[in-house]
């Protein structure tokens, strides 16, 4: 049976969202951690697999028809995952290396994936206190300081120089090509889907991913991107980023843009 995606499923994984954050920073503020190291050597830590888990299992009760893929989660056979046509897609904390930094800069992050698209996301940065989160037919919002930003009303003029964002745990070359042939910008480095968010929030302009990401990672703040009027973009097709299309799970290199930049261009 295919779903509709409901206004109050979007209130009820911001909640889901902001209870994982509290499971993470429980870890967070303990004397210590144990990090481990995976498969494809990225870390993981219990923060992670709190997080996980707590999702889970309120998605489970949310929508127990719609399947989950989590990065905690992933060993799911192509011959099961190409039927889905819906789906639960979420990293539970991006960012892991922020973590263990103590730096702040990550976030917890559940998509909505319907025929291979993101068409809603939450992005939650419990350090921080931030909570971005949107719909495609609904529109996107920040929550933080107890207040509620409508991101499609704010208004933002696109700037002579660009501000553009990038990761500050992988920097690959052909970002570095690709900012020279852009020319003269300003550049800042945050960790985790933070990224996105700062286009859809309208403090940047450009973020140009020309390394490796998994689905997981882009899904949710990609959805509240465009919900926010962005785009994410397929650097070598120029078609927007898909879900599910594919047996592995990483995505082509992309360029995602803030509303304000997108119609400049």
């Not at 209130?11 to 494809?40: L, N, P, R």
């Not at 719909?135 to 696109?158: F, P, Y």
């Not at 650097?235 to 594919?246: C, R, S």
Request: one cysteine or more; glycine letters at 6%.
């Amino acid at each position: 049976m295919k779903h509709t995606f409901k206004q109050e499923w979007l209130a009820e994984i911001v909640d889901i969202a902001k209870e994982a954050g509290q499971a993470i920073m429980d870890i967070y503020h303990s004397d210590g951690f144990a990090v481990q190291t995976k498969v494809d050597d990225s870390p993981v830590t219990a923060a992670d697999i709190a997080s996980h888990e707590a999702i889970v299992a309120r998605l489970a009760a949310l929508t127990p028809d719609i399947p989950v893929m989590s990065e905690e989660a992933a060993n799911i056979a192509w011959d099961e995952r190409k039927h889905w046509q819906q789906y639960w897609l979420i990293d539970p904390l991006d960012g892991t290396k922020e973590f263990i930094k103590r730096n702040g800069e990550f976030t917890v992050n559940i998509a909505f994936i319907d025929s291979g698209k993101a068409v809603a996301g939450v992005v939650y940065a419990p350090v921080l206190d931030k909570c971005y989160y949107g719909a495609l037919s609904m529109g996107a919002w920040l929550a933080r300081d107890s207040q509620i930003v409508d991101l499609n009303m704010s208004e933002h003029s696109a700037p002579a120089t660009p501000r553009v964002v990038g990761s500050r745990s992988h920097v690959s070359p052909g970002l570095e090509r690709y900012l020279v042939e852009l020319g003269a910008h300003s550049m800042t480095s945050i960790g985790s889907s933070l990224k996105f968010c700062l286009l859809a929030e309208g403090v940047a302009e450009i973020y140009p991913r020309l390394g490796l990401t998994s689905e997981w990672d882009t899904a949710a703040a990609q959805a509240v991107l465009e919900s926010a009027h962005g785009a994410v973009i397929n650097y070598e097709t120029g078609l927007p980023l898909d879900y599910n299309q594919k047996e592995n799970i990483l995505n082509p290199y992309f360029i995602a843009t803030a509303k304000h930049w997108s119609s400049k261009q």
